[in-house]
């Protein structure tokens, strides 16, 4: 009797201080709304192209070419529309995370979720394995990029169709309870089952494919233990 009440003390303490750790992180991108410094500028292994961020004054957007033409972001120069970052902090366990988006037609803000990040040649932050929770006019794409031997590779792993109009500001909330991924935006709500969901994560936000604004980001969940320096 007296073991099953120690065990049962135990798991109780354990569950209070994984509840004591869980942060409520929150960004305006204004000017004075984020540091950048608390950010990592992530390029996909995909292109050599090494995207920034442009700071307006309610929100930040993704870099374009200016001398092309819009259908050309979404076509041979959507290569130079990539810009994305993650939170330097690693997450562990169930999440929630929101974005506050806006696209011009037809694509594509997105909440990433990336369990490693890798080094290009030049030592610039590149992604590996992550997934991509993308909006767009036709309602949500959720993709698994992979990464195995040198080579990117990619699958849809859900989607739901419904509309959403261009250039017109959207909540875009993810939750990850368990093996449980929950989207909701503009009053519609999806969710499958992945088995390949990561424990660990950096969470952040891409811009892709036209032009995408992010005006506030906000993260629910509890912080990883560093990873020890090598």
């Given at each position: 009797?007296?073991?099953?009440?120690?065990?049962l003390?135990?798991v109780?303490?354990?569950?209070?201080?994984?509840?004591?750790?869980?942060?409520?992180?929150?960004?305006?991108?204004?000017?004075?709304?984020?540091?950048?410094?608390?950010?990592?500028?992530?390029k996909?292994?995909?292109w050599?192209?090494?995207?920034?961020?442009?700071?307006?004054?309610?929100?930040?957007?993704?870099?374009?070419?200016?001398?092309?033409?819009?259908?050309?972001?979404?076509?041979?120069?959507?290569?130079?529309?990539?810009?994305?970052?993650v939170?330097?902090?690693?997450?562990?366990?169930?999440?929630?995370?929101?974005?506050?988006?806006?696209?011009?037609?037809e694509?594509?803000?997105?909440?990433?979720?990336?369990?490693?990040?890798?080094?290009?040649?030049?030592?610039?932050?590149?992604?590996?394995?992550h997934?991509?929770i993308?909006?767009?006019?036709?309602?949500?794409?959720?993709?698994?990029?992979?990464?195995?031997?040198?080579?990117?590779?990619?699958?849809?792993?859900?989607?739901?169709?419904?509309?959403?109009?261009?250039?017109?500001?959207?909540?875009?909330?993810?939750?990850?309870?368990?093996?449980?991924?929950?989207v909701?935006?503009?009053?519609h709500?999806?969710?499958?089952?992945?088995?390949?969901?990561?424990?660990?994560?950096?969470?952040?936000?891409?811009?892709?494919?036209?032009?995408?604004?992010?005006?506030?980001?906000?993260?629910?969940?509890t912080?990883?233990?560093?990873?020890?320096?090598?």
């Amino acid at each position: 009797m007296l073991r099953h009440m120690m065990i049962l003390m135990a798991v109780v303490v354990a569950l209070v201080v994984q509840s004591a750790r869980t942060e409520d992180l929150a960004w305006k991108f204004t000017p004075d709304g984020w540091k950048s410094e608390e950010w990592i500028l992530v390029k996909s292994p995909r292109w050599a192209y090494f995207g920034q961020w442009v700071q307006k004054p309610d929100h930040i957007e993704n870099e374009v070419p200016a001398d092309a033409k819009p259908v050309e972001w979404q076509g041979k120069r959507a290569p130079e529309t990539y810009t994305s970052m993650v939170n330097s902090k690693r997450f562990t366990g169930d999440i929630r995370v929101t974005a506050t988006t806006w696209f011009t037609p037809e694509m594509a803000p997105i909440i990433v979720l990336a369990p490693e990040l890798g080094k290009d040649s030049a030592g610039r932050a590149e992604y590996r394995e992550h997934f991509e929770i993308c909006a767009y006019n036709k309602g949500v794409n959720i993709w698994h990029h992979l990464y195995k031997d040198g080579k990117p590779s990619w699958k849809q792993a859900a989607y739901a169709r419904f509309e959403l109009k261009p250039e017109t500001p959207y909540l875009l909330d993810v939750e990850i309870k368990g093996k449980r991924m929950i989207v909701r935006i503009d009053g519609h709500e999806f969710g499958y089952l992945d088995e390949s969901l990561p424990a660990q994560y950096h969470v952040g936000v891409t811009g892709c494919e036209g032009l995408n604004h992010f005006y506030n980001m906000s993260i629910k969940g509890t912080p990883a233990a560093p990873v020890p320096s090598k």
